[in-house]
């Protein structure tokens, strides 16, 4: 993948605001079990009660927390703290929230900071719980081990009919040192200051009750409070996510468009050696299906690669903070996991570029198949060819089902994993409740982040699961991509003469097929003048098209040279070069469209007497104009509604729209009747008078009028001059043209 990610870069931007969503998006969703927590242990368990800071209280009560209160932090109480009476200037207003006021004197709390609160906080959280378990003596005698244990508190030595708390004032401080200890080592086991702050909450809210205030809604407000907020992270995390998936999805289509025009765009500027290290098989199947393994990871990826570790990290960090001590679920979950994928992973994914490789030779057979029915079924070949695909079609089959049972293993004992973390919390989690040592809400709440932490896990497995194959699909890809192309442009090109002349001269030539032993052409040597109909001839093999190839510069000389206009050709741009000839190559092809579209081919802007012209010369008038489409006619995706003759008189018609100086017809006669040919080559000669032709034939009739002959065996030029001068001279050419006399004669 690394050796794609540079077209990632236009994505840059979305990249970013995606990673600031999936930040966004993770806060949110580690912060949705805290509220739950929050919910289950102060609006269910307190009541609504956060703190026991209270917010007011009767004079008798903070006489009584008084007592257990050092001179310092009574100071400091007091100081926050407004004494309301029938005197107050605002006492009507505070009799409707407190009703015992009309009873008594009620101490109001001021509004403080949260510094402040922190520190009242911890100055009367433990005076609180002492003074409510001493009210709760008072009403059952029979509670005092069990509120206060170890305390040396016995009622029974109080003088009958003296106020308890009134004895305790009597109390040495050694005493009440040794309640405050009683009940620091009650609560040590049970959290220390975190499990007094919570049983404090009952006793604030005894005190509001005392007041005559609506505890209820306490609860109802704060649930509602809590809730609400929940709701709007949820909401916001909904949001974040949903962007998130726009933005993956976005960069995901934008690379893979990106990839495909790239790729496209490299293969159109391949030459014929670098159409030789793929097939065209292999090259459909990158540009589909290897872009598509890209585009489906990559959206994976941005929603992925970074919402997982945060979750992850953020997880163990929460989850710590609500229960230390269980980790070492967390821990066992997360080995057996990674423990797990190590294990499949280098069993499945070798597979992976197997499965691509299939894929081109399931393509490739296909192809074969569909493009050569006709052949197929004159041979009777159709059981064979029915094997042949069903062999490459099982392979890829098999290869995939393996790949998809050794994950299909692995998702159930994801989820044997997950549901075994959640029952080890519960069981743990359970019985560390049971001894209030931890909170119903942090148990729940260390369960989600557990199940936050496996899924991290989970989600990167599934990304591990993807790309592996994407890598593969990628270095495919990247492979074409990087292929160094043969045919370029000079750095510093030259132009041809503005008054152009279309001479062609082949100087001690020399071409070898990329990674060939030997030449397949040896020391090749003519010129062509201007207006000149050359034609070739030889024995199968013996490089007629490759010199053809080389004019257009579909591949490049070896040794030697080929001037055009007396300029070299490889000075030249491709543009400049190729505009200059009119090609009609050996197999015609047909784009799908109309007859008019294929025609424009050559030349978009030609106006429709210049198509009607081209195909009048080309001899298609016949079947094009016999119909009453006309031009309009469809053409099938290579031409497959047309003959082999009527596809080479419409290839030959499109090379003559572009009406240019030097035109190459290679054997593009060979599909025509003889009588056809005639006239074909009448009308050639007329219209192409002041243009350089070259036409590549086996047949003599097809060429024997041209201005020159060139004879070619092995790659060597052995015969040059005219039809009469080579029967003469040369044997090869000779034994041809008396091979075919009887049918030139008929012509």
């Known amino acids: 993948m690394t050796r794609i990610l540079k077209y990632l870069k236009p994505f840059s931007l979305l990249l970013v605001i995606a990673i600031v969503l999936l930040f966004l998006q993770a806060y949110a969703d580690l912060a949705l079990p805290d509220y739950m927590s929050r919910i289950v242990n102060v609006g269910i368990?307190?009541?609504?009660?956060?703190?026991?800071?209270?917010?007011?209280?009767?004079?008798?009560?903070?006489?009584?927390?008084?007592?257990?209160?050092?001179?310092?932090?009574?100071?400091?109480?007091?100081?926050?703290?407004?004494?309301?009476?029938?005197?107050?200037?605002?006492?009507?207003?505070?009799?409707?929230?407190?009703?015992?006021?009309?009873?008594?004197?009620?101490?109001?709390?001021?509004?403080?900071?949260?510094?402040t609160r922190k520190r009242l906080e911890v100055e009367m959280s433990k005076p609180l719980l002492l003074v409510f378990g001493i009210e709760k003596i008072i009403e059952d005698p029979a509670q005092a081990?069990?509120?206060?244990?170890?305390?040396?508190?016995?009622?029974?030595?109080?003088?009958?009919?003296?106020?308890?708390?009134s004895a305790m004032r009597l109390m040495p401080e050694a005493q009440k040192t040794k309640l405050l200890d009683a009940l620091d080592e009650r609560f040590a086991a049970f959290g220390g200051d975190s499990a007094i702050t919570q049983a404090a909450a009952r006793a604030t809210l005894a005190e509001y009750d005392a007041l005559g205030m609506d505890t209820s809604r306490f609860q109802n407000a704060y649930i509602f409070r809590v809730g609400g907020q929940m709701l709007l992270i949820a909401l916001i995390s909904a949001l974040a996510t949903i962007g998130v998936g726009y933005l993956g999805a976005?960069?995901?289509?934008?690379?893979?468009?990106?990839?495909?025009?790239?790729?496209?765009?490299?293969?159109?500027?391949?030459?014929?050696?670098?159409?030789?290290?793929?097939?065209?098989?292999?090259?459909?199947?990158?540009?589909?299906?290897?872009?598509?393994?890209?585009?489906?990871?990559?959206?994976?990826?941005?929603?992925?690669?970074?919402?997982?570790?945060?979750?992850?990290?953020?997880?163990?960090?929460?989850?710590?903070?609500?229960?230390?001590?269980?980790?070492?679920?967390?821990?066992?979950?997360?080995?057996?996991?990674?423990?797990?994928?190590?294990?499949?992973?280098?069993?499945?994914?070798?597979?992976?570029?197997?499965?691509?490789?299939?894929?081109?030779?399931?393509?490739l057979v296909a192809r074969e198949n569909l493009a050569g029915m006709m052949v197929v079924r004159a041979f009777n070949r159709q059981k064979h060819e029915e094997k042949r695909f069903d062999e490459a079609n099982v392979d890829l089959t098999k290869t995939n089902l393996f790949v998809n049972r050794v994950f299909v293993i692995v998702m159930p004992?994801?989820?044997?994993?997950?549901?075994?973390?959640?029952?080890?919390?519960i069981w743990v989690g359970a019985h560390q409740v049971a001894q209030a040592q931890m909170q119903v809400g942090d148990m729940m709440a260390f369960m989600q982040y557990a199940m936050q932490i496996v899924f991290a896990f989970l989600m990167l497995s599934m990304l591990f699961i993807l790309f592996p194959r994407a890598d593969v699909s990628a270095n495919r890809i990247a492979d074409v991509l990087e292929t160094p192309i043969t045919i370029l442009d000079p750095k510093k090109p030259q132009h041809f003469p503005e008054h152009f002349r279309p001479t062609i001269d082949f100087r001690n030539v020399s071409f070898r097929y990329p990674e060939a032993e030997d030449d397949v052409l040896h020391g090749i040597t003519f010129?062509?003048?201007?207006?000149?109909?050359?034609?070739?001839?030889?024995?199968?093999?013996?490089?007629?098209?490759?010199?053809?190839?080389?004019?257009?510069?579909?591949?490049?000389?070896?040794?030697g040279q080929i001037l055009i206009s007396g300029v070299d050709i490889r000075e030249v741009t491709l543009s400049e070069l190729r505009d200059k000839i009119g090609y009609a190559p050996q197999t015609s092809n047909l784009f799908t469209g109309t007859i008019e579209s294929n025609l424009r081919f050559a030349d978009e802007n030609a106006d429709e007497e210049t198509l009607r012209k081209a195909l009048e010369i080309a001899q298609a008038n016949d079947f094009v104009f016999s119909k009453p489409e006309g031009l309009q006619i469809e053409v099938s995706q290579g031409g497959v509604n047309f003959s082999g003759g009527q596809k080479q008189r419409l290839t030959i018609g499109r090379a003559l729209v572009k009406n240019a100086p030097i035109y190459i017809f290679d054997d593009s006669f060979s599909a025509l009747d003889y009588k056809t040919d005639a006239r074909l080559r009448h009308a050639l000669l007329k219209y192409l008078g002041d243009s350089t032709v070259i036409i590549v034939s086996q047949r003599v009739a097809t060429i024997k009028n041209a201005d020159k002959i060139l004879v070619l065996d092995k790659g060597r030029v052995i015969g040059e001059g005219t039809h009469k001068e080579l029967m003469k001279t040369c044997e090869v050419y000779s034994a041809i043209a008396l091979s075919q006399l009887k049918q030139e004669a008929l012509v």
């Open 527 to 559: 010129s062509i003048k201007a207006g000149e109909t050359v034609g070739i001839m030889g024995t199968t093999g013996s490089g007629k098209s490759t010199i053809i190839n080389l004019i257009p510069r579909f591949f490049d000389v070896t040794e």
């Open 45 to 115: 368990q307190q009541s609504g009660v956060e703190t026991p800071v209270l917010d007011a209280m009767r004079q008798s009560t903070l006489d009584h927390l008084s007592i257990f209160l050092s001179e310092d932090a009574k100071a400091d109480i007091l100081a926050h703290y407004t004494l309301v009476d029938v005197n107050s200037p605002d006492y009507d207003t505070y009799l409707n929230e407190y009703p015992a006021l009309k009873d008594g004197a009620v101490y109001v709390l001021q509004n403080v900071d949260e510094d």
């Open 250 to 363: 976005k960069i995901a289509a934008g690379l893979a468009r990106d990839l495909r025009h790239v790729l496209y765009e490299r293969v159109m500027r391949f030459s014929g050696a670098e159409f030789d290290r793929f097939s065209t098989a292999s090259l459909i199947t990158r540009s589909t299906n290897d872009i598509t393994q890209i585009q489906t990871v990559t959206a994976i990826f941005v929603r992925m690669v970074f919402y997982a570790p945060i979750i992850g990290i953020g997880g163990v960090i929460k989850a710590l903070d609500k229960s230390p001590s269980m980790w070492w679920i967390i821990a066992l979950a997360v080995i057996i996991l990674v423990s797990l994928i190590g294990t499949v992973f280098p069993i499945a994914v070798p597979k992976f570029k197997l499965i691509q490789n299939l894929i081109d030779r399931l393509n």
């Open 413 to 425: 004992f994801m989820m044997l994993i997950l549901n075994g973390a959640t029952m080890l919390i």
């Open 145 to 165: 081990e069990i509120l206060m244990p170890n305390a040396g508190f016995d009622l029974s030595k109080i003088p009958p009919g003296m106020d308890i708390f």
